[in-house]
């Protein structure tokens, strides 16, 4: 291995005194390819063992808690006991090789599927009308009830059980992306008048207690805890730098060990407000200020621009997306010196179609996710 890439291969210590053997995340990446009724598929399982094999942290596709947060086709689901036996099958192969395995427990609220949902039904914080994944046209979403709201809770805390029932290390709460635990914190999704608007924090912090005290309870002190947020959104009025520097405080004070922001590209900058044109995950960093680890992600696709993203953004680990898709060997290469064989670009004529599953590989063909192709003029 190159010198220069040593850093990118030493050991990081989470708060709860586990180590993970480098610097390398597998992102949760939505693969579309699980069995329709949620539990884990051949091909998931083959596809997250490639995934996952030379990384510190490997994270599932986000894993709905329920059957009306269901967001996506062929997604993981942790919500019924039934799910269990494919997810000890998952559990397994992604930490057969040293990594540690996290599952993303997520509920879709106003962004989930109505196709996919019992009765078409969605519900978030308020009643909106949105286009969610590969829709085309709206679908109508409606407030969820308080009843509902704390029942989800729950929700998060027996997901999180099962979790640990099927030999996983970890847990990712999925607050960002716009889909539940995002909406209630963001002032454009959460327009209520009751406690669960007026307090746009208290949902996500009922959510991360619940969670806590579950894996108090039925795990170990070594089981990981982290949060997804998102630093800003587009929307207006949506969620600002400012609301997010108060979110950080929240979740400083809770026994995470990870705080994952969702970048599309690491080196992104604020869009307005008193932190206008900084760097996000700079500052996100220095309001962490070493508490916790943070996890950074966004358009990373070659050895040079991990190191640079370890080196330069403040960043402790890195997610890897899109590339760890084109090229499941990418850290594996970089660890043998053949960081040069690594491949960048989404190639539609390759035989082995970049080893993933059908679904997916259509996702790719078809142009679903920006990412560099070969078919594509510079």
């Known amino acids: 291995m190159n010198d220069k890439f040593n850093p990118l291969f030493e ?10 053997r480098n610097r390398f995340v597998l992102a949760p990446l939505t693969h579309v390819s699980s069995n329709d ?3 884990a598929s051949e091909d998931e399982i083959a596809y997250m063992e490639q995934r996952s094999q030379d990384v510190g942290l490997a994270i599932t596709a986000a894993s709905n808690v329920t059957d009306l947060g269901k967001a996506f086709p062929g997604q993981p689901s942790v919500a019924h006991d039934s799910d269990i036996g494919g997810l000890k099958r998952l559990a397994q192969v992604m930490k057969k090789n040293g990594a540690k395995a996290i599952v993303q427990i997520h509920h879709g609220g106003v962004q989930a599927l109505p ?29 969820m009830t308080s009843e509902e709201i704390e029942e989800t809770i729950k929700a998060f805390g027996e997901a999180t059980r099962r979790v640990i029932e099927a030999g996983f290390d ?24 009751d406690e669960w608007g007026k307090d746009k924090f208290k949902f996500p912090s009922l959510v991360v207690d619940e969670v806590v005290n579950t894996a108090r309870h039925y795990g170990n002190d070594d089981f990981i805890i982290g949060y997804r947020l998102s630093p800003e959104e587009a929307e207006e009025p949506g969620i600002s730098m400012e609301i ?16 994952h922001a969702s970048l599309m590209d690491i080196h992104s900058k604020t869009r307005e407000g008193k932190y206008k044109d900084q760097s996000r995950i700079k500052l996100l960093s220095q309001w962490l200020d070493g508490e916790m680890p943070l996890l950074g992600i966004g358009s990373i696709f070659t050895a040079e621009q991990v190191l640079d993203a370890i080196e330069n953004t403040d ?27 690594i491949i960048s670009k989404f190639d539609p004529e390759r035989k082995d179609k970049h080893q993933l599953p059908p679904n997916l590989w259509d996702q790719f063909n078809n142009g679903f996710y920006p990412l560099p192709r070969t078919d594509e003029e510079e």
Do not use: C, M
Request: aromatic letters at 8%; glycine letters at 8%; hydrophobic letters at 35%.
């Open 11 to 20: 050991e990081l210590e989470l708060p709860n005194k586990v180590k993970l």
């Open 37 to 39: 009724d949620g539990t």
């Open 115 to 143: 196709n996919l949902t019992p009765d078409g039904d969605v519900a978030g914080p308020s009643p909106i009308s949105l286009k969610s994944f590969g829709q085309k046209e709206e679908h109508d979403a409606r407030e």
């Open 170 to 193: 970890g847990v990712e709460i999925h607050g960002a992306n716009h889909y539940l635990i995002h909406q209630f914190v963001s002032p454009y999704y959460n327009r209520r008048t």
């Open 244 to 259: 997010t520097e108060s979110l950080i405080q929240l979740l400083k004070e809770k026994p995470l060990d990870y705080v």
């Open 315 to 341: 960043a402790d680990f890195i997610a890897l997306g899109r590339e760890i898709l084109l090229d499941y060997e990418f850290v594996g290469k970089i660890q043998a010196g053949k960081e040069d064989e």
